[in-house]
């Protein structure tokens, strides 16, 4: 079966359908008490979130006064993100400042420009910050709903016609119709259409005697290219995506399989959401969107510009390499229990690090499953790290270490402890210090790491470190997946 690539149009739809959304990090932030902004601190380069300002409810007249549109954002890695030196790229921040200088031009503002402004949020939080006057704009692939319209108004949509579709990964099972996936477990984030659209099925399968899907919520940071990714390495087997980001996405990863045949809801619209009593902001999107739709130069060189910029995480529940990972799990256990740390989250660390290969060393001279170099083993005093259980015990002992001497009094939750252990491992505890107090001054939480401190480490040192932590939480969710299935008396997927 072919994997559902191909080339021609779609190509500009996607683009043309990526101005509505999942841009991620703000350049700056208007001081809306004030009514002013700042044109200095707009620069491209610009790192300066404040989601501390006054609500604001208005027409575009109000923007143009107050030179500032407030975008709202989910967090996004590929679509928006900030390469080392603090240069912001990606599909839709693009996009966006194409909106921009589109705006100004009709406008006729010279320098006194109105800036597009990017505040990123959580997806479930989109729709109720527009509506509380703390963006002016919910850019983020919105299926344009009935339920979504009773509280906000959509500009005229981006793309029409939209499916979603099935997507499956390495080891799904046969799926010839949609009622195959009776029984089956699919990953999916709830604060999408495509949770709705799944509820409905299980409603429908239940009323026909079928057994229910087994519906796996995804972490609320997870982007629908995030969970592509993990369908991709093998790490999750089903899951759900509009059509042309399945088809975006599968150029990019080869081993997800775009099922245009399963088709869990279709003619969907997608949009720009606005508040509603909005209409001359909605006329400037109009317009913006006819402009920039599918098949311009604009569209299909940004799209050639971005593909291929995401790092794939390696399949870490293959039947190989769960085998190996069962027979560490003892020892993940064992010192997990001694230094009261997750041993899941360890031993995906551990993959991270080396696939869990104890014969792996590195041109640096770290060794083994958890890469641990010979000095750190010594001042550890943990016995000789070629061995399996000297150096798993190295690994936990040192996160333990970083935990208990730059973590322990702070007020974080556990996960995000380790999580910073492992970003500190990665870049340096005094580095993480520095990042932390900078979130703290950008009104970003300096004790939690997804969508914080993490958007401070993209800006100041590139995505090494935010691609470590973030391929070790994917696989500790992969590693937790299955471990539920055991604990509910359930067969791995394989």
Not at 11 to 22: I, K, T
Request: hydrophobic share 40%.
């Amino acid at each position: 079966m072919s994997n559902g690539c191909f080339p021609g149009s779609w190509r500009s739809l996607a683009l043309a359908l990526l101005l509505s959304g999942q841009a991620q990090l703000a350049a700056s932030t208007a001081s809306a008490a004030a009514g002013e902004y700042d044109a200095a601190a707009a620069s491209a380069n610009e790192l300066s979130i404040k989601l501390e300002q006054q609500p604001w409810t208005g027409d575009l007249p109000g923007m143009i006064a107050r030179r500032v549109i407030r975008v709202l954002v989910p967090y996004n890695r590929t679509l928006y993100f900030v390469d080392l030196g603090g240069t912001q790229r990606g599909m839709s921040y693009d996009f966006m400042r194409a909106f921009e200088d589109d705006l100004n031009s009709r406008l006729g503002r010279g320098n006194l420009r109105v800036h597009v402004v990017f505040i990123p949020v959580a997806r479930a939080q989109l729709l109720p910050l527009l509506i509380a006057g703390q963006g002016d704009v919910a850019a983020a692939n919105l299926t344009i709903t009935p339920q979504r319209l009773q509280s906000v108004d959509f500009a005229t949509p981006v793309a029409r016609d939209i499916k979603e579709l099935i997507v499956t990964g390495p080891g799904a099972p046969p799926l010839a119709t949609l009622d195959d996936l009776a029984g089956k477990e699919i990953y999916v984030s709830r604060a999408t259409s495509y949770y709705d659209s799944l509820v409905a099925l299980n409603q429908s399968f239940i009323a026909r005697g079928l057994a229910p899907l087994r519906l796996r919520e995804a972490p609320g940071n997870f982007e629908t290219e995030d969970i592509l990714e993990m369908v991709n390495a093998g790490l999750v087997r089903i899951a759900v995506a509009d059509g042309y980001i399945g088809r975006l996405w599968c150029q990019v990863y080869p081993h997800i399989t775009v099922r245009e045949d399963l088709v869990i809801h279709s003619n969907g619209d997608i949009g720009f959401a606005i508040r509603k009593d909005s209409p001359q902001l909605k006329r400037q999107l109009d317009a913006f969107t006819r402009s920039h739709r599918e098949g311009t130069q604009f569209g299909n060189v940004t799209l050639q510009k971005y593909l291929g910029q995401t790092r794939w995480v390696e399949n870490a529940t293959s039947e190989q390499e769960l085998q190996k990972f069962n027979t560490l799990v003892s020892l993940f256990q064992k010192y997990g229990r001694q230094y009261d740390i997750d041993w899941l989250l360890m031993a995906a660390q551990g993959y991270q690090e080396s696939q869990l290969d104890q014969d792996r060393h590195s041109a640096a001279g770290a060794i083994g499953v958890m890469q641990v170099m010979p000095a750190t083993a010594q001042a550890l005093q943990v016995g000789d790290i070629t061995q399996l259980e000297p150096n798993i015990h190295a690994g936990v002992k040192y996160i333990r270490f970083i935990v208990d001497e730059y973590y322990k009094d702070e007020h974080m939750d556990a996960l995000n402890k380790v999580l910073f252990a492992f970003a500190s491992y990665n870049a340096g505890p005094a580095r993480i210090r520095a990042l932390r107090a900078e979130a703290h001054s950008l009104g970003l939480d300096p004790n939690v790491w997804f969508d914080n401190v993490e958007r401070v480490a993209a800006y100041r040192i590139g995505r090494e470190t935010v691609q470590y932590v973030a391929n070790i939480y994917k696989y500790y969710i992969a590693y937790t997946l299955v471990q539920d299935d055991v604990a509910h008396g359930l067969q791995p997927q394989h």
